[in-house]
């Protein structure tokens, strides 16, 4: 996500002569109400004063250990859990057995999400001071297939974006796609550095946990930088927490990039498909910080087709995958996309670049 300079003197600008007109009408309303509060007699309406720091956390009573909320894998995130706290215990199996394992499933899950047809929901917004979005990017699209059986993503809405403070970049929409979802897979594997880092339980998953980042940075190349964890049983990853790096900085350019964290769910079988990436995350720029909030929300997972893999003779023959669902139509241009909605208007033809 990019700031721009233009913007950025637009915004301190205006800023100065908000502030300046906020504070008259403050001192003229103080004023005004003097003789209002020595009347009011009674109890103090409202809660306690909102803590302006959002990483602060509430101090547990004497004794008891402060709760840790989580949003549990599979789960929708915005319903709190716990998790357990990391144990250094070693796992049941070498730690590089585990890796080739998940890795390998990753690889048989990468193939068979390119089965599926699902909805994506994509949002991004800016947060000004008052903790209220004053700007959004949103795009709605259905992943799907042609009748011939190419994969094609049609965008169902998508309204005039409103950002002002930020701009979507290249880098930024493929991290939507490449990243986010993060896929590791036996390919990627000498990419990275993978070290363990111990056992924890996500609600009722036991789960390895990992920290992953990139051996080198190949120009023009993304990459994951952050945690995973594994579900112990499945051998899949249930949920990740990290970043897409590098960030850019050329000269007065910058692409900077938010922490997210991705969910997933157990959708078939024993894959688990993302279902919820989230980030609320400050995107610091030399000359300002800009609170973002992104949501991108992964719905109707339907199989469209049987992934078909030839056998060896010796290789047993797996279970039979059930028929394969109907296959999903793309919505027409005539339908709404909701029943209170109009017919989604064109989508923009490029992402939105930052102003001169």
Do not use: C
């Amino acid at each position: 996500m990019t700031d721009s300079k233009f913007h950025l003197e637009r915004n301190w600008t205006g800023k100065t002569a908000h502030r300046a007109a906020k504070t008259f009408f403050v001192l003229a309303a103080f004023l005004f109400a003097l003789p209002v509060l020595g009347q009011d007699v009674g109890p103090i309406q409202g809660g306690a004063p909102k803590d302006d720091n959002p990483w602060s956390v509430p101090q547990s009573p004497p004794n008891q250990p402060a709760p840790q909320p989580v949003h549990r894998a599979g789960a929708a995130p915005e319903r709190e859990h716990y998790e357990s706290a990391i144990t250094r215990d070693p796992p049941a199996q070498p730690v590089e057995q585990i890796i080739q394992k998940f890795a390998a499933s990753e690889d048989e899950f990468r193939e068979e999400r390119d089965n599926f047809t699902y909805t994506q929901d994509f949002v991004v917004e800016t947060i000004d001071d008052n903790d209220q979005p004053d700007g959004e990017y949103h795009v709605r699209s259905d992943v799907t297939f042609t009748p011939d059986g190419k994969r094609y993503e049609q965008i169902v809405y998508a309204p005039p974006p409103t950002l002002e403070r930020i701009s979507l970049s290249t880098q930024d929409l493929d991290d939507l796609k490449n990243v986010q979802p993060f896929v590791l897979t036996t390919a990627e594997l000498p990419k990275y550095d993978i070290t363990y880092v111990g056992r924890q339980t996500l609600d009722e998953i036991g789960t390895y946990v990992f920290d992953v980042a990139p051996k080198r940075i190949e120009k023009n190349q993304r990459y994951f930088q952050g945690r995973i964890w594994v579900d112990n049983h499945d051998l899949e990853i249930v949920k990740t927490d990290g970043k897409a790096v590098p960030d850019i900085r050329k000269g007065d350019s910058e692409n900077v990039f938010p922490r997210f964290e991705t969910y997933r769910e157990n959708i078939e079988g024993h894959f688990w498909f993302p279902t919820y990436t989230h980030s609320d995350d400050v995107l610091h720029f030399r000359y300002s910080d800009v609170h973002i909030r992104m949501t991108v929300r992964y719905t109707n997972y339907k199989r469209f087709r049987v992934s078909v893999r030839l056998l060896s003779p010796t290789q047993p023959i797996p279970d039979q995958p059930a028929s394969p669902a109907t296959p999903a139509q793309p919505p027409s241009p005539s339908q709404s996309t909701t029943p209170d909605q109009p017919a989604p208007p064109a989508p923009p033809a490029a992402p939105v670049q930052p102003n001169p």
